[in-house]
């Protein structure tokens, strides 16, 4: 088997592409076949060699390598124009210098469900002649058969005047001399799949196995785009999310697996895929699932693991003590410095609930929390929680009357890992420190004014 990932570096790579690398790639891999890298960068306007790199990078980060490639379709472009004299010599093509109002003209004349027919002139632009009566069908594993009455179809542009070539005549040449055995694409190009069958035919090439895959849609329903949150790989990247947790997720995303299991090990989605449980219906990516799915990887790395992702992630160093109790509360990389910057950079700054926390009966608790701390034997996790229980069962009340200022002395926040594990990690010098320089912030905030 041969399979082949085709893309256009006209931006990033978007995620419905990683996608559909990644089903090449399991395709490849479960059968023992070989990838072949293409990149169709025929678009001489937006193509550039900044958009190719991103898109080995995003397909880096995946980890998803390929066996042959990449290769630069534009290097190909010798073997494009000789594949093109041969047909013209043979007669299954031919110049036209057919305008589009001509194109309109003959429509009007014959109908507009016709499809156009040329004269063969001196110059112009290269058409593929398509034979009436008669039926391109494309075989598609996962659509079926799908007709296309040549009565209806153009002579197609397989070529401008200036002898450069068309996308659906670069592709099918392209396919043929790589010997690709199976095209896995979009449902989007579907439509171009009968010129691309029908160049095929005036080569005498037997075409590949097709299969079109559903096409990506948000969880509203409608086709994926930004509105949606992250649109490329290197979004997702950015965003914290870990490269096996997308591999995970984008293969399931129109691919079902017999036994409905979720979490799937990329060793697991290679035994286990195949194009016969692709769906035909489109697939909703979902973020907020993505991001449940990421927290479960996350939780699932041990502590040197988690640390080695989260320093990687924020260029810091030292983190091993605040990822450990970090593991619960995130979700992806990027939630770990809001939820525990505070221990490396200082407390941030949340008026409100300085307000609501540090003052009044919130003060004296933190002040009774902060003389228990002070002469606790010890300063671990168990320690503090054996000093803090005592003093809140002499407050009375809900553990948050005491706990909540404790957090905000420390956090500026009131949001945290534990703050036994918090408190812990910080180490009893630092967190008197941090309690005595809130409560005599809070003995300024709480001065009458004009004081």
């Known amino acids: 088997m041969r399979v082949r990932f085709a893309p256009s570096p006209t931006g990033a790579l978007h995620i419905g592409g990683a996608r559909t690398a990644l089903f090449n790639w399991l395709l490849a891999r479960h059968v023992g076949g070989r990838l072949i890298l293409r990149v169709e960068d025929t678009d001489r306007e937006r193509s550039s060699a900044e958009n190719v790199e991103q898109i080995l990078d995003a397909l880096r980060w995946l980890g998803l390598d390929w066996d042959e490639g990449p290769i630069m379709q534009s290097s190909l472009a010798e073997r494009h124009e000789q594949a093109l004299g041969r047909l013209l010599s043979e007669g299954r093509a031919y110049r036209s210098d057919a305008t589009a109002e001509d194109v309109r003209a003959y429509k009007e004349l014959r109908g507009h469900d016709r499809g156009f027919r040329g004269e063969p002139a001196a110059g112009g632009a290269v058409r593929l002649r398509v034979s009436e009566p008669g039926v391109t069908v494309v075989h598609d594993v996962v659509l079926g058969d799908t007709v296309f009455d040549h009565a209806h179809m153009d002579d197609p542009v397989i070529a401008r005047a200036d002898g450069s070539v068309l996308y659906n005549f670069a592709v099918a040449v392209?396919?043929?001399?790589?010997?690709?055995?199976?095209?896995?694409?979009?449902?989007?190009?579907?439509?171009?799949?009968?010129?691309?069958?029908?160049?095929?035919?005036a080569l005498g090439v037997v075409p590949p196995v097709y299969a079109h895959l559903p096409l990506l849609h948000g969880p509203d329903g409608k086709k994926l785009s930004k509105r949606h949150g992250a649109a490329s790989v290197q979004e997702l990247r950015a965003a914290g999310f870990l490269p096996e947790a997308v591999r995970n997720y984008l293969a399931l995303l129109g691919w079902g697996n017999a036994d409905d299991a979720t979490v799937l090990s990329t060793e697991q989605l290679v035994e286990r895929f195949s194009l016969d449980r692709v769906s035909r219906n489109p697939a909703r990516f979902d973020e907020a699932k993505l991001r449940w799915l990421n927290g479960l990887y996350l939780r699932g790395l041990d502590a040197p693991q988690l640390t080695e992702r989260l320093e990687a992630f924020t260029a810091r160093e030292g983190l091993g003590p605040a990822a450990a109790i970090s593991r619960e509360k995130i979700q992806t990389l990027r939630d770990f410095w809001p939820l525990a910057g505070f221990i490396f950079d200082g407390p941030t700054d949340d008026p409100a609930a300085r307000e609501r926390w540090l003052t009044g009966e919130g003060a004296d608790a933190l002040a009774e929390a902060r003389e228990a701390l002070s002469r606790a034997p010890d300063f671990d996790e168990q320690a503090v929680e054996r000093a803090l229980s005592a003093v809140l069962a002499r407050r009375g009340g809900k553990p948050r009357d005491v706990y909540q200022p404790l957090r905000v002395a420390v956090a500026g926040t009131t949001v945290s890992p534990g703050i036994f594990q918090t408190l812990a990690v910080l180490g009893r010098e630092e967190t008197l420190r941090r309690i005595d320089d809130a409560l005599l912030r809070g003995q300024g905030d709480a001065a009458p004014a004009g004081a």
Request: no cysteine.
């Open 174 to 201: 392209d396919d043929s001399d790589a010997a690709i055995t199976h095209v896995v694409r979009g449902n989007d190009h579907l439509s171009n799949t009968p010129k691309q069958l029908l160049v095929l035919e």
